[in-house]
């Protein structure tokens, strides 16, 4: 009886041995594996396919985004030939919810996906602070722009056309918000083009006129393995490059703008804009908590340098090179005099504002921003700014620019604010801590499994008497629950 007693003892002591031994194990492998454990949970939350919550997120954005949509009112339209200063202000904003969904899918076995962006408007009357009947004076872009594209031609072309538009087209025009944003308006050279065959002209002029709940011609190609290219825009319109602009700044690279790679660095950060019809670099800037996430705050005050501030961005130039802060993007924008800066020339070189009076650039409203969780590269909080600018000046030929100085003419800027909501805050929270967590387990893991080894070697020498009567209620227990059978004897 006392042998088996005894047997059984060892077998409990060396069980508690090899769980003490397990629990260290166990420690120090969470340790050593922490970043690789911590990197696949995030990997397996941001998993791309037909099924995940990420993918449905992006298809569509649900709910709408608010794009609050501004107006330059031209004050003194009438002065522009004499040394006054055009004068603005700025008018808005308008409200609008705009949806971007993702149609014709096709994944491809090159972990990426192909698709076509469609794009809705929706004005949120209920909510705008201004209303769509606003009478706002601007610039004429419709004449501007023809006679922009005719500025080569031959001497009796550009005669008729002048002629013609000096006859039929201001200008200057004055008409309500709504028909400069969405409904259009009429414009005589409109109606004298449309009646050349082969020529693809609208019946009417605006900003957004007859592009709501329509496709985006153009096929864009992402990357969907959640690594360090996660996110990535691969290419567009089957090419990793454009012909807007010279090598290397006519690349496709850096992000698609909705989810960008994983561990992200202090350093820049790419997203690729269709609209911008280029890449954009932003500069890292410093950290930033947002609802107790850490992330890191990168700024675009400088994506529209042309070479001025950053020598490598020359390519961006086009025919003449202007001041840093405004992009010539005419050639992608049906070779108008189109070009993009930041709200009131925001960080833009002074030459801009000093040509007209009503600018009031403001960093807290104006500034372009992307605020990173830097192991996910989930966006915490974004501030998209833009402006389009008509550059007016002299068109040699044209008599409705005669004697016009050369201005850069502000029409409209838009203004996003997408802020981090509280249940991806709680994720991002969760994420962020996981390896707090996990180093308090595997601490926890290893001091228990020294205590056992302690305890149960000091029973097993008979030198801890205090350890030993804890191992020794131990063992009774498990006397008890173990259903040991003693072997009958034969005498």
């Not at 047997?7 to 922490?34: M, N, P």
């Not at 042309?306 to 992009?327: A, H, I, M």
């Not at 924008?333 to 070189?349: E, G, I, K, T």
């Not at 205590?451 to 009774?476: A, D, F, H, R, Y």
């Amino acid at each position: 009886m006392k042998d088996s007693k005894v047997s059984r003892r060892k077998y409990v002591e060396f069980g508690l041995l090899i769980s003490g031994t397990l629990l260290i194990a166990l420690g120090i492998t969470i340790i050593v594996y922490l970043v690789p454990i911590h990197e696949f949970i995030i990997r397996q939350a941001l998993t791309f396919n037909d099924h995940s919550d990420s993918f449905k997120a992006w298809r569509a954005n649900d709910p709408p985004l608010i794009m609050d949509l501004y107006l330059f009112n031209w004050t003194n339209p009438e002065e522009l030939r004499s040394s006054v200063k055009p004068r603005f202000e700025e008018v808005g904003p308008y409200r609008v919810k705009e949806v971007k969904e993702k149609t014709n899918l096709t994944w491809n076995e090159n972990n990426t996906i192909s698709y076509m962006v469609k794009k809705l408007y929706y004005y949120d009357e209920g909510s705008s602070p201004r209303q769509l009947d606003d009478l706002v004076t601007t610039i004429n872009p419709v004449p501007l722009t023809v006679a922009y594209q005719a500025r080569n031609y031959n001497y009796f072309p550009k005669r008729f056309l002048s002629m013609t538009m000096s006859g039929i087209s201001n200008l200057y025009v004055t008409r309500t918000a709504r028909q400069i944003l969405f409904d259009g308006y009429n414009d005589g050279i409109l109606s004298v083009l449309s009646q050349f065959p082969g020529l693809n002209v609208k019946d009417k002029f605006g900003l957004f006129y007859g592009k709501n709940d329509t496709i985006d011609p153009a096929v864009y190609n992402m990357y969907t393995k959640t690594d360090e290219k996660f996110g990535k825009q691969l290419t567009w319109n089957y090419k990793n490059y454009t012909d807007f602009y010279t090598p290397p700044c006519n690349e496709i690279k850096g992000s698609a703008t909705e989810f960008y790679p994983l561990n992200v660095n202090k350093t820049t950060l790419l997203f690729y804009s269709s609209e911008l019809c280029k890449y954009a670099e932003l500069q890292f800037v410093g950290e930033e908590t947002i609802k107790g996430v850490q992330g890191y705050r990168f700024s675009g005050d400088h994506i529209f340098d042309n070479g001025d501030l950053y020598p490598k961005n020359r390519c961006f130039c086009r025919e003449t090179c202007v001041p840093s802060g405004v992009l010539d993007v005419s050639k992608c924008r049906q070779n108008s005099p189109s070009y993009v800066s930041l709200p009131h020339f925001f960080a833009a070189d002074p030459y801009y504002r000093e040509l007209i009076d009503g600018m009031q650039p403001d960093r807290k409203k104006h500034e372009f921003y992307i605020v990173i969780e830097p192991k996910s590269g989930i966006i915490m909080d974004i501030g998209a700014n833009m402006q389009l600018n008509m550059l007016l000046e002299p068109i040699r030929g044209f008599a409705l620019y005669q004697d016009v100085p050369k201005v850069f003419i502000p029409m409209f800027y838009f203004a996003q604010h997408i802020e981090l909501k509280d249940d991806l805050a709680a994720n991002l929270r969760l994420i962020q801590r996981f390896p707090e967590f996990l180093t308090y387990a595997s601490i926890s893991f290893m001091a228990l499994g020294i205590v056992v080894i302690v305890g149960t070697v000091c029973s097993m020498l008979k030198v801890c008497s205090s350890t030993e009567g804890s191992i020794k209620k131990i063992t009774e227990k498990f006397y008890e629950e173990i259903p040991f059978q003693e072997k009958n004897t034969v005498t």
